[in-house]
Each structure stands twice: as structure tokens, then as C-alpha cells.
């Protein structure tokens, strides 16, 4: 699998353990990125993004949502298709 996976977590969040043990289960490397104590970061995210939760994921670069939206694709049989790209 090619394409850059870049995840915003924080480690309270109980969708972002499941976002990721899901990348892992599909054996998918991501760049993560824990915004728990990184304010800045935090907020540069929501105003790029209009999204005040995580975790928020990018497929090369392109926004595909938390993990309810990773989950829909997974279900119907998408993600692998983004994540082979």
C-alpha cells in the first residue's frame, strides 16, 4: 500500500485507537500526529479543516473524515482502493 496516511489523534479519544488499530489490521504505515498537548497544532487543524474532532484523517493529503467515514469505506470495500493509489 502506497498512499500517505496522515492521522490527528488525540490519546483520550476512543476513535482514534479504533482509526488506527484499523490501518494497522489492513497493515497500513500513517504519520501521526498527537495533538493532546499541542494547542497550536490544534487549532491550525480546525481552522484548515472546519472539524472540531479527531481523529481526522488524510489520504494523500486529501481529507477523508474520522472514523466513522474510514470504517464506511472499509465496509464498502473502498479503502483499499485509496490506500492502493
Not at 7 to 34: D, F, M, W
Request: proline letters at 4%; aromatic letters at 8%.
Amino acid at each position: 500500500m502506497s498512499a500517505k496516511v496522515v492521522i490527528y489523534t488525540k490519546e483520550s479519544c476512543p476513535y482514534c485507537i479504533r482509526a488506527k488499530q484499523l490501518l494497522q489490521s489492513k497493515g497500513v504505515s500513517y504519520e501521526e500526529h498527537n495533538l493532546e498537548n499541542n494547542p497550536t497544532e490544534l487549532e491550525a487543524l480546525k481552522a484548515r479543516t472546519k472539524w472540531r474532532t479527531v481523529p481526522q484523517i488524510f489520504i494523500n493529503d486529501k481529507m477523508i473524515g474520522g472514523f466513522s467515514e474510514l470504517l464506511a469505506l472499509e465496509t464498502s470495500k473502498k479503502l483499499d482502493a485509496l490506500l492502493n493509489s
